[in-house]
């Protein structure tokens, strides 16, 4: 087995059998595929997306334009139950900053089991890449630039599978990411117009402003979280429920869509 298995922080390879790159449609992801396309042959590389069932109804048909215009493989992943099933039979609760189970179960462990079931044909060493940048947050500013990914094998006794994990856009700001996405030719996701950030449609990060922009433009995908509040008795985020919003959208009206 390769020395590089002993230390923490691997080193970056040049002969990787196959580079997955997370994607999301955020402009972020763009970045991250950028670099991919940039360092790596387009046959190497599985452009990789997680519906977590808050999504905005382009995202999918975005996800497959995208990986067709690019020329990569495209995988897309999803949890069997979905984010609405999955809180109210299973969690019960709304994630939080806390207890994040929205991008571990939706996310993470998804994307997780479809690496770990298609080893075969990933090889026996891959590159995970993501889009994190460092002045998104002061925890994000300290992730790791690379390091051995969840699905990385050890030993050889299950199966060879080294799995390195970066993250280039780490030293990054913002508008180099709208940058990447022009060289590549793909537009920005449409959210852009009106929104900073591309996220689930009523991400508990998310400021309020935003959340209401997000109702008016989208109130049937509102009112199913809004009944999944009345459902559970627990509201979308602490001390903020998005009854609360839905009712302030009618009083702020045509100026909330702006």
């Not at 039979?89 to 179960?105: G, H, S």
């Amino acid at each position: 087995m390769s020395s590089i298995l002993n230390h923490k922080q691997p080193k970056l390879l040049s002969n990787y059998d196959s580079v997955i790159v997370s994607y999301s449609n955020g402009i972020d992801s763009m970045g991250a595929l950028h670099w991919a396309v940039s360092n790596f042959d387009k046959n190497k590389i599985y452009l990789i997306y997680a519906d977590t069932g808050m999504e905005y109804d382009c995202n999918i048909s975005l996800f497959y334009a995208a990986a067709s215009f690019v020329g990569v493989k495209l995988i897309l992943v999803a949890h069997p139950k979905g984010f609405l099933r999955l809180l109210l039979e299973e969690r019960l609760k709304f994630p939080d900053y806390k207890r994040r189970w929205c991008t571990a179960y939706l996310k993470a462990d998804v994307i997780d089991k479809w690496i770990r079931q298609n080893r075969h044909i990933l090889g026996s060493k891959c590159l995970f890449i993501s889009g994190e940048r460092g002045d998104e947050s002061p925890k994000r500013a300290l992730l790791p630039e690379n390091k051995y990914h969840r699905t990385h094998l050890a030993t050889n006794r299950i199966a060879e599978f080294e799995c390195h994990w970066y993250r280039p856009n780490l030293p990054l700001e913002k508008g180099h990411m709208f940058e990447k996405a022009v060289i590549l030719g793909l537009p920005p996701h449409p959210c852009y117009q009106y929104l900073n950030r591309c996220s689930c449609m009523f991400c508990f990060y998310m400021k309020d402003e935003d959340v209401i922009k997000n109702i008016i433009r989208y109130p049937k995908e509102a009112k199913k979280w809004i009944q999944a509040e009345i459902k559970l008795g627990h509201t979308w985020k602490a001390k903020q429920s998005l009854t609360a919003l839905w009712q302030k959208c009618d009083e702020l009206g045509e100026d909330a869509v702006a």
